[in-house]
C-alpha cells in the first residue's frame, strides 16, 4: 500500500544532542512538508520541499534542517538550536494530481514524538 | 486575529448525536477547504474536501461553506463513538503549491 512512512515512532534526546527524524514516502508526490504539532497551537509549518534538492522554510523554521536528496525521503534534524523541541511531529505529502482541481491536499504519515529529557 | 479559528472544546455528545463542528476565517482569497480527523497519537486523514461554496455530502459527514460569511461547518450525523477524535479544519488558495493553513483543532467526544 502506498503510503508515508515515518520513524522512529517515539524518540528521546537529551540537551544539547541533534536529532534526525525519518519520512519516506512510496506515493510518488513531488512535494513533502514537515508540521510540527503542539498542544493548543495546532499543526506549524517548519519546512516544505516542492521538488529534489530543493527546499523552502516555513513559519517556526529556527533551529531544524532538511535535505532532499531523493525524491521519496525527506528527513528533519532537530538541532541543538531548537529551544523548545518536545512535540509531535508530522510528514506530509502533496500530488497536484491527486484532486482535479489542484487543490493541494496533503497525506499525512503517523507522526514522530520527541521527547527532550 | 488568527487566519483560521476553531473553537479546541472539548465537545461531547452522546452517541446518535448530530455533532456540528466550525471554523472561521479571514482570508478571502482561500478558495479549498478540507477537514481533517486525527485519532490519539495519529496523523491527521482526510475527511472531507470542498471548493469554494456550497455542501458536501459523504456517508454520515456533511461540509458546507460560506464564503460570505468566512464560515465552514462539519456535520456528522448519527454520531459513533468510533467518531471520538480532533477534528482538523483546513484551507488554502488555488492552484500550485499553496500553504495550507490548520484551524487548532476540535476534540470530540462520543459518549456510548
Known amino acids: 500500500d502506498g503510503g508515508i512512512t515515518q520513524s522512529p515512532k517515539y524518540l528521546f534526546r537529551k540537551e544539547g544532542q541533534n536529532v534526525t527524524l525519518s519520512c519516506e514516502q512510496n506515493?510518488?508526490?513531488?512535494?513533502m512538508y514537515w508540521y510540527r504539532q503542539d498542544p493548543g497551537q495546532g499543526l506549524r509549518l517548519i519546512y516544505y520541499?516542492?521538488?529534489?534538492?530543493?527546499?523552502q522554510k516555513g513559519d517556526i523554521a529556527e533551529g531544524y534542517s532538511v535535505s532532499r536528496e531523493k525524491k521519496e525521503s525527506f528527513p528533519l534534524t532537530v538541532t541543538s538550536a531548537q529551544k523548545n523541541p518536545t512535540a509531535f511531529y508530522l510528514c506530509a505529502s502533496y500530488n497536484r494530481g491527486t484532486y482535479s482541481s489542484g487543490a493541494n491536499v496533503l497525506t499525512f504519515g503517523a507522526g514522530s514524538r520527541l521527547t527532550v529529557l | 486575529q488568527k487566519e483560521v479559528e476553531q473553537d479546541p472544546g472539548p465537545l461531547s455528545v452522546p452517541e446518535g448525536a448530530i455533532v456540528s463542528l466550525n471554523c472561521t476565517y479571514s482570508?478571502?482569497?482561500?478558495?479549498?477547504f478540507m477537514w481533517y480527523r486525527q485519532y490519539s497519537r495519529k496523523g491527521p486523514e482526510l475527511l472531507m474536501y470542498?471548493?469554494?461554496?456550497g455542501n458536501k455530502e459523504d456517508g454520515r459527514f456533511t461540509a458546507q461553506v460560506d464564503k460570505s460569511s468566512k464560515y465552514i461547518s462539519l456535520f456528522i450525523r448519527d454520531s459513533q463513538p468510533s467518531d471520538s477524535a480532533t477534528y482538523l479544519c483546513?484551507?488554502?488558495?488555488?492552484?500550485?503549491?499553496?500553504?495550507?493553513?490548520f484551524g487548532i483543532g476540535t476534540k470530540l467526544q462520543v459518549i456510548p
Open positions: 483546513a484551507m488554502t488558495y488555488s492552484g500550485g503549491y499553496q500553504k495550507v493553513t
Open positions: 482570508n478571502s482569497a482561500f478558495q479549498y
Open positions: 470542498t471548493y469554494s461554496s
Open positions: 506515493l510518488n508526490h513531488d512535494a
Open positions: 520541499s516542492q521538488i529534489v534538492n530543493d527546499f
